[in-house]
């Protein structure tokens, strides 16, 4: 739109074909275009394999008609036939003008797939946040919470663009007024490059490795684990005889108080409690950067294992498995008057969380308290 306000399509030469011939508008690209980031975006190990490139088919196709009628018009039809291109003052050939003509019909394919792909990320955004859950015990960061809202705005603009287009039809609107809603369409995809430049910086300092055809209990199978190694079973009984499992620092609604539920079982049991004593002994979730992994790592068996224990024996997901044991280690600090001259954020980072933010609403989930609204005692 910018080159036709500067005057290539009226300058009737070279610039005019220019115009006609060149894919300006691939908005059948967009909706996969934005499904297929959010993948590669949440999983290191993607690539773009065949079945990824069907997402692509509609866009392509539409830039191999452009090519076809560039090759046809200019090549067999000005050059080689000798004939003049019949459209727009010479500068516009038969085969650009049945594209044009087709614009209408490709424009109803894209009011389809840009909602449908704008949902599957959608859907695909709730499992990753399940996934995260389940894997990570800092999420904050790798939330990408820019990219949704972003992902919402683009599913606005659609429907305003829907709008537009029925103004269109009814009013017949001419070049300039087209020109307000390619300008936020533009807007949006500026804003879509800043929030991914921020997201890629995250994603490529984490293990990510979600795939959307897991469920979130099965998400962890999906990290990989070849260091590993899983170690037999150990029976409950031999497990009492060898130690008494030491209680971390938690209230008796902490995750190691809790008696085991009625229906955990046998073989989960064991691994219960080896995990509630690493937990005391080594203190892990001082850790800002834990995940399942590590700690799988520590016990010596397999992320998807050990994340059947913390559900099934612990009734949480991993973060907040995690966190309760941080966010009880924080309440300890905020009152004991040893820690009075710690704000808010030191005790935080002494406690194993990475921000302020996380802090906040991690203890005021699970405590339902801001932290500043505890209680302290004098330094």
Request: some cysteine; aromatic content about 14%.
């Amino acid at each position: 739109w910018m080159l036709g306000f500067a005057g290539w399509y009226d300058s009737h030469d070279g610039h005019s074909i220019f115009m006609f011939y060149v894919p300006w508008q691939l908005n059948l690209l967009l909706g996969p275009g934005y499904y297929l980031y959010f993948r590669s975006l949440t999983n290191q190990e993607f690539q773009l394999r065949p079945r990824a490139w069907w997402h692509l088919l509609p866009g392509l196709l539409k830039i191999g008609l452009c090519l076809g009628a560039a090759t046809y018009d200019l090549l067999w039809w000005h050059k080689l036939r000798g004939q003049p291109l019949p459209y727009h003052f010479g500068t516009k050939g038969p085969m650009a003008e049945w594209l044009d003509n087709l614009d209408q019909p490709l424009s109803y394919l894209l009011y389809g797939l840009l909602p449908f792909y704008m949902g599957l990320v959608l859907v695909s955004y709730r499992r990753y946040t399940r996934y995260l859950d389940d894997n990570f015990s800092d999420s904050e960061r790798l939330r990408f919470a820019g990219l949704r809202q972003l992902l919402v705005l683009q599913v606005l603009s659609w429907g305003l663009s829907l709008l537009f287009e029925v103004l269109d039809m009814t009013f017949g609107f001419g070049y300039d007024e087209a020109w307000n809603y390619f300008a936020l369409r533009g807007l949006l995809l500026y804003g879509l490059i800043v929030v991914g430049v921020q997201a890629n910086y995250a994603a490529a300092t984490s293990p990510l490795r979600f795939e959307p055809d897991h469920d979130a209990g099965q998400a962890s199978a999906a990290i990989p684990e070849a260091t590993l190694e899983t170690k037999p079973a150990v029976s409950a009984t031999a497990l009492a005889e060898a130690a008494t499992p030491s209680i971390p620092p938690t209230p008796p609604d902490g995750p190691a108080a809790s008696a085991p539920p009625a229906g955990l079982p046998a073989e989960l049991l064991p691994w219960r409690e080896r995990l509630l004593r690493l937990m005391a002994d080594e203190q892990p979730w001082l850790e800002p950067e834990l995940t399942l992994t590590e700690l799988a790592q520590r016990l010596r068996t397999h992320p998807a294992l050990l994340s059947k224990v913390i559900n099934a024996g612990c009734g949480q997901n991993f973060n907040d498995f995690v966190n309760t044991y941080r966010v009880q280690e924080a309440r300890r600090k905020l009152a004991d008057p040893r820690f009075a001259h710690y704000s808010l954020v030191g005790v935080a980072l002494e406690s194993g969380f990475n921000s302020k933010s996380t802090f906040n609403r991690v203890f005021k989930k699970l405590l339902g308290q801001a932290p500043s609204e505890v209680t302290r005692p004098k330094s």
